[in-house]
């Protein structure tokens, strides 16, 4: 049973950083692209960022320059490092896997990319 388990959420200020991780279990990470999405209350889920099986990455501009997503494949895990946060960050935060073998990113982070979805951390960032 391929499942997605979100850790690292939370509250903290603008300007802080925090690091998200998603772990999977039934299956291995290592051939699949992993994004990372977010949705804030009242608004569409949007991608943030994404990683290729071979390191490649891609983030949507809001994001470029602050986050960072890389992957750990001994430990089956993605992680989204999130420095500089600002309130506009403040969302659910999702990671999926494309659950086609070897699939890029392509240079985008669509959610219709992605077949298995975790269910999500909090994020708030409030002064």
């Known amino acids: 049973q391929v499942q997605l388990v979100e850790s690292g959420g939370g509250l903290v200020q603008p300007g802080a950083s925090l690091r998200l991780t998603c772990a999977a279990s039934?299956?291995?990470?290592?051939?699949?692209?992993v994004g990372w999405f977010r949705q804030a209350p009242g608004k569409e889920r949007e991608g943030v960022a994404c990683?290729?099986?071979?390191?490649?990455?891609f983030y949507v501009d809001a994001v470029k320059g602050r986050f960072t997503i890389s992957r750990d494949n001994s430990k089956n895990t993605v992680y989204l490092q999130m420095n500089s946060l600002k309130p506009e960050d403040t969302a659910v935060y999702y990671c999926?896997?494309?659950?086609?073998?070897?699939?890029?990113?392509?240079?985008?982070?669509?959610?219709?990319?992605?077949?298995?979805w975790g269910r999500g951390t909090q994020v708030t960032v409030s002064s």
């Open positions: 990683i290729s099986p071979s390191d490649g990455v």
């Open positions: 999926a896997v494309n659950g086609g073998y070897r699939a890029m990113c392509y240079g985008r982070v669509t959610w219709s990319d992605y077949d298995y």
């Open positions: 039934g299956f291995t990470l290592d051939n699949f692209a």
